[in-house]
């Protein structure tokens, strides 16, 4: 059995179009991409910011803690875990559900690392920004500009 088509004829796009598809396609990604970087970005950020809340939040509930057992005195270690290795437990002294973490030579975006048993890391795309634990307190200790990017508003 055979099936005539008529009046049909098989057509492919010329190259012309083509050149034409690519170069809308490109301009449109030019616009986009710049804009995917600033939210990821962004995103990364409000992760910290929460992430620091967090973390401040359970240091509080910590020193309550104490406080009600009548232990006096500052909390001076948050976690076990292994100096710049990822994949440990991060903070799971004063959190529920502890942060997993990366290591410097990795740097993944988005994650922390523990540096010194009382220094952590946080990663973004851009930058880096340090944490201490001293006297009870978990301070940023990265230059005036990036931590104020945090705390500004947080406070």
């Known amino acids: 059995m ?3 088509l008529r009046g049909f004829r098989k057509k492919a796009f010329s190259t012309l179009e083509i050149v034409i598809f690519i170069v809308v396609i490109a301009t449109i990604l030019s616009f ?6 600033t939210f990821l970005e962004n995103s990364d950020l409000v992760k910290l910011k929460s992430d620091i ?8 509930k910590e020193k309550s803690k104490n406080i009600l057992i009548q232990k006096y005195g500052n909390i001076n270690k948050l976690d076990g875990a292994k ?8 903070f799971e002294y004063i959190l529920d559900f502890p942060i997993i973490s990366t290591s410097t030579n990795e740097s993944k975006n988005g994650y922390w690392a523990k540096v010194s048993e009382d220094k ?11 944490f201490l634990l001293k006297d009870g307190q978990f301070l940023c200790v990265s230059s005036e500009k990036l931590c104020e990017e945090i705390y500004f508003e947080l406070l």
């Open 83 to 90: 100096i710049d290795v990822k994949n440990e437990k991060l």
């Open 2 to 4: 055979q099936i005539k």
């Open 32 to 37: 986009s991409l710049p804009k995917l970087n």
């Open 120 to 130: 952590y890391i946080f990663f973004t795309r851009k930058n880096q920004y340090e």
């Open 53 to 60: 809340a967090l973390i401040n939040n359970g240091i509080q």
